[in-house]
Every structure is written in structure tokens, then in C-alpha cells.
């Protein structure tokens, strides 16, 4: 799981590039589920759907933090939209020591956010469509297909050739640079990370990767 120092060069030098069975297995469906049943990542601020809906609901007892979806609002959701879960850099061990292993390399605070799609037949259209991010991202497949689309920071036509068109299964990753225009075109149920890296921000203000042991 750790690029070469071709692939460092190309992302120190805001270079796309695709990896073939880069790193697999880097989180389950099933840890998802468990997530999506702890409040605290179902937080409004931390879990999105896209296209985003406004919705309300009723506080319940016990709640510290009021602003969590329901589980009943959580379970309609994830089966109609494309949903992520940002702030998911300590989901485990894997995807901590990845962020650090960034971190140190390319000096960027790193984040990861987790993509998913339940829906077979959701169409490009429902998500996120061509766009660009104003951070570099490094996508990993966990579970799934997609075919991912990397253009050039020119705003894309239809005529425009990708730069990289990739189908995209468990381990593949590719690297894409702030600013780069890009889109997803998911092939089945699918989940990914997005490993977000802020050239904005200094280092000093990264997490503590630390891991607790028991």
C-alpha cells in the first residue's frame, strides 16, 4: 500500500495517475452498517446524501447530540441516494495508518470520506455528476465497480477525451488533483474512500494518529 516514488513525484507534481490493485480490502459493507448505527457518524454534519434533501425529525429521549438522523430516515435514504460519511479517518486501523502514511510523504493534513451507493442502477445523474474539488483526492475501491474519469482542468465538453477512464474494483486506485475535473459512473453497488489531502492547511493541524490498544 505504498506508491513508488514515480507515483510520490506525480503527486507532489499534481499528476493524475491509476493503480491496479493498489490497496484491498480497506473497509467492508459491513463495517459501513456498523457506523451507520452509532450516532455520532450519522451526525447531519458528518453523513451527506447527494442530491442533498431537507428533512426533519422529531428528538427523541437520551440523545447528547439531537442532531443525528433517525435510524428509520438513515435506512430510506442509503436505498435512493448516494451517500458519504466524512471525517472517517479513524474508522479503522487501515485507514488511519494510510492518512499517516500520506500525511508523511506529501506533508497535507488528510481526511478520508466514505462513498457508497446501494442502488444497482444508480445513474451518474443521482450523484455527483463532472465535477472538480479544491483538495487532491486519492480513491480507493473497497467493495464493487465503477468506471472513474479524470479530464483536465479545463471545463470538459462533450467531445472532451479523460485523461485516465478506468473501470475501478476492490484495491484500484487513482490519484486526482485538486482542480482536476473528474466523475464517477457506478456499475454496481459500490463503496469507496476518498482520501482528501488539503494544500491549504499546514501540517501542524493534522490528527493525531495514534492508535489505542486495549
Known amino acids: ?9 506525480q503527486i507532489k507534481n499534481s499528476k493524475p495517475f491509476f493503480i491496479k490493485n493498489f490497496y484491498p480490502n480497506l473497509i467492508s459493507f459491513k463495517e459501513i452498517e456498523h457506523l451507520l448505527n452509532l450516532r455520532p ?12 434533501k431537507k428533512v426533519q425529525w422529531t428528538d427523541t429521549a437520551w440523545l447528547t447530540d439531537v442532531n443525528c438522523y433517525p435510524p428509520n430516515l438513515i435506512n430510506k435514504i442509503i436505498k435512493e441516494k448516494v451517500c458519504y460519511i466524512q471525517d472517517c479517518s479513524r474508522v479503522n486501523k487501515k485507514i488511519n495508518s494510510f492518512c499517516d502514511y500520506l500525511e508523511k510523504i506529501i506533508n497535507f493534513p488528510s481526511d478520508a470520506h466514505l462513498y457508497f451507493s446501494l442502488n444497482e442502477k444508480q445513474t451518474d445523474k443521482k450523484g455527483f455528476g463532472i465535477h472538480k474539488d479544491t483538495q487532491d483526492n486519492v480513491i480507493i475501491c473497497s467493495e464493487g465497480s465503477f468506471i472513474i474519469q479524470v479530464f483536465s482542468k479545463e471545463t470538459p465538453t462533450n467531445k472532451s477525451k479523460p485523461l485516465i477512464e478506468e473501470t475501478m474494483n476492490n484495491g484500484d486506485a487513482v490519484h486526482i488533483p485538486n482542480q482536476f475535473y473528474h466523475r464517477i459512473k457506478p456499475l ?24 489505542i490498544k486495549l
Do not use: G, T
Open 41 to 52: 457518524f450519522v451526525n447531519a454534519q458528518r453523513f451527506h446524501a447527494i442530491p442533498p
Open 1 to 9: 500500500m505504498k506508491f513508488n516514488k514515480s507515483q510520490i513525484k
Open 188 to 211: 454496481s453497488k459500490r463503496l469507496s474512500v476518498s482520501f482528501c489531502l488539503a494544500p491549504y492547511e499546514k501540517i501542524e493541524y493534522a490528527q493525531n494518529r495514534d492508535w
